[in-house]
């Protein structure tokens, strides 16, 4: 199919949204259904349907979704690569959408507010990672409420972006400045967060080295990020065939590692490496491209254990980590520094009657570099 529309900048297709007028009808805040594109069993092509919409509770707000980012753990979870999913399941944590009503004791939002809702929805609000901001990795009985393909606190099914509206509580909305469009600043609530928390975490900034391993969806946005804090960046990827992009968005550097000579040109040359895929690659061999203290950050998730030899932590008192998304502060601030530096997704813009092809075209990796869904046609 002949795709609709790609937009390549921050500048987007939506820069702002206009509020509804004073005297417009609010849409109905009971019950009800929304329409949405959802897989109704595993391994099953996504079909419009409906679901339920909750009420809009007290500290709730409506938001009519006007863009939802596809993340290849879309597929993952469709696919039950993860373990059992929930079904019908309607995926989408990268959503963009304006505020269309709001709960009575609602006090951070207004009809007509440009927000964005990630991968979380809820947590226990009370341990210590909570307090800290740390939502993501919440401790309390239960974790952290996924957007989509969990039960929430009242116990039903948790359903995502791949809808025209969602109910959600007013603390895990976030505000998309004006000067993000939404279409580019969806994939910012997944994959920008992804790669910003790390960035921020282990002081990507002046006089840092950082190499992004793999320029994809998440990529992409971490080679912006890096050089908009003033790091030196390199991305390493297994051909030479982005190139020309990876320069574009901002890397100083480019380089194959298919070619052995890669590893031994720049051992020992790195402060930070992301590595932002989920193939099966030999980590003690990227170990060595770090300089003493030097740290690997995992944000891809490999089907398989993640294995290093001892030797190439020792050899440099270097360290390999994990990172997980981001808490709602950290979310904003990454959201905030998007649109002062001009950073959004470089997307390519679908219809919902496209979803099946493009995740079949994410797993042969022919988007550059995220696909967005146009919720109006859902």
Not at 8 to 16: E, I, L, N
Not at 103 to 124: I, Q
Request: hydrophobic letters at 40%; charged letters at 20%.
């Amino acid at each position: 199919m002949t795709n609709t529309t790609i937009a390549t900048s921050a500048t987007g297709t939506d820069a702002r949204t206009t509020t509804p007028p004073a005297d417009a009808p609010l849409p109905d805040t009971g019950a009800g259904r929304t329409a949405v594109y959802a897989a109704p069993a595993p391994r099953t092509p996504l079909e419009r349907s409906t679901v339920p919409r909750r009420a809009l509770g007290a500290h709730d707000i409506l938001i009519d979704i006007r863009y939802a980012g596809i993340c290849h753990s879309d597929i993952h979870q469709v696919d039950e690569d993860w373990g059992p999913g929930i079904f019908p399941m309607v995926p989408g944590h990268e959503i963009a959408g304006v505020v269309a009503a709001v709960g009575a004791g609602v006090s951070r939002w207004s009809v007509g507010d440009r927000v964005g809702v990630g991968c979380l929805v809820d947590s226990c609000r009370e341990c210590d990672n909570c307090r800290a901001g740390l939502q993501q990795y919440c401790t309390g009985e239960g974790g952290a409420v996924l957007t989509y393909n969990a039960r929430g606190r009242d116990g039903a099914p948790t359903y995502g972006g791949y809808a025209r509206q969602l109910v959600v509580d007013e603390q895990y909305a976030l505000r998309i400045p004006d000067a993000l469009a939404l279409d580019v600043a969806a994939p910012l609530l997944c994959a920008g967060i992804t790669l910003y928390s790390p960035l921020a975490h282990w002081g990507a900034g002046p006089g840092r080295k950082v190499a992004v391993v793999g320029l994809g969806g998440l990529g992409h946005l971490g080679v912006k990020m890096a050089r908009a804090k003033g790091a030196e960046v390199t991305v390493l990827s297994q051909s030479l065939r982005k190139r020309e992009d990876g320069l574009r968005l901002g890397a100083h550097d480019y380089r194959a590692t298919s070619d052995p000579a890669t590893f031994t040109e720049l051992a020992g040359r790195f402060d930070l490496i992301v590595n932002t895929v989920s193939a099966d690659l030999d980590l003690s061999a990227y170990l060595g491209l770090l300089r003493t203290d030097g740290t690997l950050v995992q944000v891809g998730a490999p089907e398989k254990p993640v294995a290093v030899g001892a030797h190439a932590l020792l050899t440099g008192r270097r360290s390999i980590a994990g990172s997980m998304i981001g808490g709602l502060p950290e979310t904003q601030e990454m959201l905030d520094f998007c649109a002062e530096h001009g950073i959004g997704a470089e997307i390519e813009l679908i219809r919902a009657d496209q979803i099946n092809e493009a995740y079949e075209r994410v797993l042969r990796s022919e988007v550059r570099y995220r696909f967005v869904i146009d919720a109006a046609t859902i």
